[in-house]
C-alpha cells in the first residue's frame, strides 16, 4: 500500500507540488504523466524519500518516509531520473554492492543477481567498468539495480528513456510481468507507454493532478474517441464524398488528417451513435463504389487529450 | 553498522579503480621523500630521528588532502549518484562515515608506504622507535582532521574544484592559528585567553605534541573531536541541501 496525501513541496517561490493525493494498492501500475517540469521527478523524490515535503505525508507499506525513511526505503526500488550509476564499477560489482547495502547475502544474493541480469539481458557486459557501456544498457543496470530486492513499490522515473524500440518492448514486458502484489510507478512523456503497461493515470501539471483515471477513460476523454476514419486511396477521393459522408445521420463533424486521405467522422452524444456512423459509413462507402484502402474505429487520441487536459494548446 | 562497512568497501574499491589513488601515492611519496631530504636536511643534521620528514606533513597535507576527500561527495552531486545512494536503506550518518573511514584508511595506507624512511633511519643510526610510532599516529590523526573537514566542504558543493579550494582554505586557517607568526601578531590584537583558545585550535600545536613522543588526552580528544565535529557538520549540510 502506498499512500500519498496532500503533498506539497515549494523551492523558494517555486510551487513544484501543489496538493497532490493518491491511495495506490498492490497490483496497481501507475502512469505518472505530464509536461516537462510538471513535478513529476519531485514527487517520486519526495515519495522516495530524498527530498523533504515541505508538507503532507507519504506513507509506504505502513512506513511514514518522514519519520521512518529506512522502514520504507526497504519497500522501495527506485530508478531515479537519468540512471545515475556508480561508472567506475562494473555491473557485476555494482550489482553486488546494492545487494550488500539491501542486506541480502551468500547464496541469495548471488541468486537475485543472475535473475535480475538475466532479466535485463546483461550478461555481455557484466565486467565491463559501467562508464564505456552505451545508454541503453546503463538504463538497464539501472533498472535492474532497482528490481533486485524484488521490491513490493516500485518507482521508476522514465525507465524507457533512450532505449531503443526493442529495449522499450522488454522493459515494459518486464513492468508487466512483475507479480500481482507490487505496485509501480512510472514516470513518463511517452504516452503509448501509459495504454501499454499502466492500469491507472494520473496527469500532473503545475504541481497539480489534472487528471486521475484509467487509460481507457482517459481516450474516451478525446473528440476521437469511438469516431469512425475513413481512409481515402486519395484526396481526389476524399473530395468527393466528403459531404455525403458528413450529413449522414448522427455525424456530428467530420475532420481530415494532415496527410489529407483520412476522414475523421465524429459521432454524436446520443447512445450508439458512434455504431451507427460506423454501420452507414460503410454501407455508404460499398454503395457508392469508393476507392477506400481502410476504416476504423479510433480509440481516442492520448495526445490530444494531454493537450486538452495540461492546456497546452497545439501551435499550427 | 552494515551500511557503513559496505560504502567503506565500495569507496575503498573505487579508489583504486581509477589512477587517482596510484597518482596520489605516486606523488605523496615523491613530495615526503623531497621535503625530508632536501628541505628537512635529513643527513645534514646528522640525528637518527624522522623530525624532517613529520615536520612537513601538515603543510604537504594542505593540497594533497583535499585531492581525497573533494570527490567524497561532490561526485555524487555532480553524477546524481547521491539520490542512488540516499534512497537506498542507508542512514545519512552511516553514508558519511563510510565514506570518510573510507578516505582515512586510504590516507593511512599512503602513509604506512613511507616505511623505508623508518628502515633506511633505523638502519642509519638509533632512533627513538616509540617517538616515530606516535609521530605516525599523530600524523594519521591529523590527515583524519582534515578529511573530516574536506568531507564537510565537498558536501556544500558539486564542484569538485570548490570543494578542494575550500578544504584548503579550511585547513589552512586550522593550521595557522598555531603558527608562531600568526600567534604573535594576534596576541597584539587580541587578549591572552583568546589568542591561547585560537591556538589550542589549531593542527599544529597538537601535531607537534604527539610528535615529540607524548601523546596527551589533550591531543587525541582535539584529533577526535575535530573529526566528530566535522562529520557531524556534514550530516547536517547533506539533510539540508540534499538535493541541490
Known sequence: ?316 | MNGVSVILKRELLSYFATPLAYVFIFIFLVLSGVFTFYLGNFFEREQADLTPFFSFHPWLYLFLVPAISMRLWSEERKTGTIELLMTLPVSRIDAVLGKFLAAWLFAGFALLLTFPLWITVNYLGDPDNGVIFTSYLGSFLMAGGFLAIGSCMSALTRSQVIAFIGCGIVCLLFVLAGFQMVTGLLRDWLPLFLVDTIASLSFLMHFSAVSRGVVGLADLVYFLSMIGVWLAATVVVLEIKQAD
Open chain 1, 1 to 316: 500500500m502506498l499512500e500519498v496525501s496532500h503533498l506539497h513541496k515549494q523551492f523558494g517561490d517555486l510551487t513544484a507540488i501543489n496538493d497532490i493525493s493518491f491511495k495506490l494498492v498492490p497490483g496497481e501500475i501507475l502512469g505518472f504523466l505530464g509536461p516537462n517540469g510538471a513535478g513529476k521527478s519531485t514527487t517520486m523524490k519526495v515519495i522516495t524519500g530524498f527530498l523533504a515535503p515541505s508538507s503532507g505525508t507519504v506513507t509506504v507499506w505502513g512506513c511514514d518516509v518522514a519519520t521512518d525513511p529506512l522502514g520504507a526505503q526497504k519497500h522501495l526500488g527506485y530508478l531515479p531520473e537519468g540512471a545515475p550509476l556508480y561508472e567506475e564499477m562494473t555491473p557485476r560489482t555494482f550489482l553486488a554492492f546494492i545487494a550488500e547495502v539491501r542486506g541480502i547475502t551468500g547464496a541469495e544474493s548471488a541468486d537475485r543477481i543472475r535473475s535480475v541480469v538475466s532479466t535485463m539481458s546483461l550478461e555481455a557486459v557484466l565486467d565491463q567498468r559501467i562508464e564505456t557501456l552505451s545508454k541503453g544498457f546503463k538504463r538497464r543496470v539501472g533498472l535492474a539495480q532497482a528490481i533486485l530486492h524484488d521490491p513490493d513499490v516500485l518507482i521508476l522515473d522514465e525507465p524507457t528513456d533512450g532505449l531503443d524500440p526493442v529495449q522499450k518492448h522488454h522493459v515494459r514486458e518486464m513492468i508487466q510481468g512483475l507479480s500481482k502484489d507490487k505496485i509501480v510507478i512510472i514516470s513518463t512523456h511517452i504516452l503509448e507507454e501509459v495504454t501499454a503497461v499502466c492500469s491507472r493515470a494520473i496527469i500532473i501539471a503545475g504541481g497539480s493532478v489534472l487528471a486521475d483515471c484509467t487509460p481507457d477513460e482517459l481516450e474516451s476523454r478525446s473528440r476521437y474517441h469511438l469516431a469512425t476514419t475513413i481512409r481515402f486511396s486519395g484526396e481526389e477521393q476524399l473530395n468527393t464524398h466528403r459531404d455525403a459522408l458528413s450529413t449522414l445521420e448522427d455525424v456530428s463533424g467530420t475532420d481530415v488528417s494532415a496527410s489529407s486521405v483520412e476522414l475523421t467522422l465524429f459521432p454524436g452524444e446520443t447512445e450508439g451513435s458512434s455504431q451507427r456512423v460506423a454501420q452507414q459509413a460503410v454501407e455508404y462507402l460499398r454503395g457508392h463504389d469508393a476507392d477506400v484502402t481502410g476504416i476504423f474505429q479510433e480509440r481516442g487520441r492520448l495526445d490530444e487529450v494531454f493537450r486538452e487536459i495540461t492546456g497546452l494548446e497545439v501551435r499550427h
